[in-house]
């Protein structure tokens, strides 16, 4: 109680619209019990002279609220723009009561919530209402006690004891874990601290496993999670987020890596489904966590621009993979040979018209092109991995939204070029069609006899020797797998 005083009179001391930038503009105290279920009791204290309207993300939210109050203890009934609350001298309470074990059970999806044992993932608007009244995003922290036994964490940055969501709307933000379940913390080198001279640093990736895994199956996990993480480090030259929540959720009636989803607002969180039937040599050939990850250091990109990240994680993917030694270069040009036809089609209609596979495999070749153009603009210093990095490092990361001019800005700067720009106005603000057969001969790359052949004579053989491995003074870093030597 002592903490909201002090709060409150810290928020009052500050006139509207002039608090320090480290002020939030609501506190939530969350607590986590489990009684006959898991259940979440809610206190909101929101900085305002008007009145503020709570609501929940669609009505299945909405069945689940319990009860709900005012500061005064008064029970506020629910009206159809949600729950109503006056201002008191300047601030805003609420308290409400909310049934997560019965949400998750009644959503059962892993783009919304899930229960899995006594453990939930949740986006975090599946529990937490959003306050409306406001004329910008308000700044909210977030604090939860938990029971004995039960855990709570999301993606979102530690400010002091708090979890603090800005700069985006609630109903954006990631995902949440709460219960009983396995919460594993690794430390991760921060974005750009592996180059030379740079700063060190590190971050941190929170591992949840949801209740379902065998104690063998949860050790080859976490060793799998490590590894991938060094070797995605190893590319960006560092993490690729100074903090991030990444959940494996059991699927036993599915086979393999069954799906996996980055949701990045407030800060990036990663959710993947894991199937049946999966030993470590499968967990290792498969794309899926590899792919994630690399969508978590890349801000997400506005408009009709999903070609263009989609793209660049499908593109990079079988690069870091080879460059950790977990496939063969010759694998990596025969998937990009066999696969990036599909996306050739959109080229010519302008790349924001791709739909379905083709934002895959269009913006995988685009950034082929891209990858071509900046080693041959720089005589070979720098590649895309210098673009996609420069842009981390800049600040830009995995938690923000930026236009794609923005995005092109930075990239073009780090590399010294005007490369990607000038890809963007041919491909994506114009239409033009691209002669695949033409990149391929000119890359210096045949398919015979269901064999890569490679003619170092090409005229970009140079580039293409740099794109997979990466240039001759950057050598790849292995990342040994399980069973190997």
Known sequence: MFRWIVLAALLLSFP??????????????????????????????????????????????????????????????????????????????????????AYARAADSSSKALLRGEGVISLLSGWLLEPFGYTHLPMIDIRMTTAPGL?????????????????????????TVLGRLDLIDIAVPLPGSLRSGAAKGQGV?????????????????????????????????????????????????RRGIAYGRTVPGGGPTVMIEVGAGLDQRRLFDDWVLVHELIHTGMAFI????????????????PIIRARAGWKTEEEVWREWVTDMPQGVAAFARGLGAASGRENYWAGALFMLLADVEIRRDTGGAKGLEDCLGGVLWSGLDGSQRATLDAYAAICDRATGTTALRGLIDRYAVSARPVDLATVWRDLGISMVGGRVVLDDSAPDARWRKMIVMGPAGRPPKKVPLPWGP
């Open 16 to 101: 509207a619209g002039a608090q320090p930038a480290t002020a939030p503009d609501c506190t939530v105290d969350g607590s986590l019990t489990q009684s006959g279920g898991l259940k979440l009791e809610i206190v909101y204290r929101c900085r305002s002279n008007e009145a503020l309207t709570f609501q929940g993300d669609g009505g299945l939210v909405v069945s689940n609220v319990l009860w709900f109050r005012d500061g005064s203890g008064a029970a506020q009934p629910i009206a159809p723009g949600g729950w109503r609350v006056e201002p008191v001298k300047g601030m805003v309470e609420a308290r409400y009561g909310f049934d997560l074990g």
């Open 151 to 175: 855990v709570f964490a999301s993606g979102l940055p530690r400010v002091g004891d708090a979890w603090r969501l800005a700069g985006a709307n609630l109903r954006f933000a990631g995902y």
């Open 205 to 253: 990736l929170r591992l949840a496993l949801l209740e379902g895994f065998s104690a063998a199956q949860r050790g080859e996990l976490v060793d799998w999670v490590r590894r991938t993480v060094e070797a995605e480090q190893n590319y960006w030259q560092g993490f690729t987020a100074r903090q991030m929540l990444l959940v494996l959720v059991p699927m036993p009636q």
């Open 302 to 317: 506005r408009g009709r621009s999903n070609w263009f990240m989609e793209g660049a994680a499908t593109y990079v993917e």
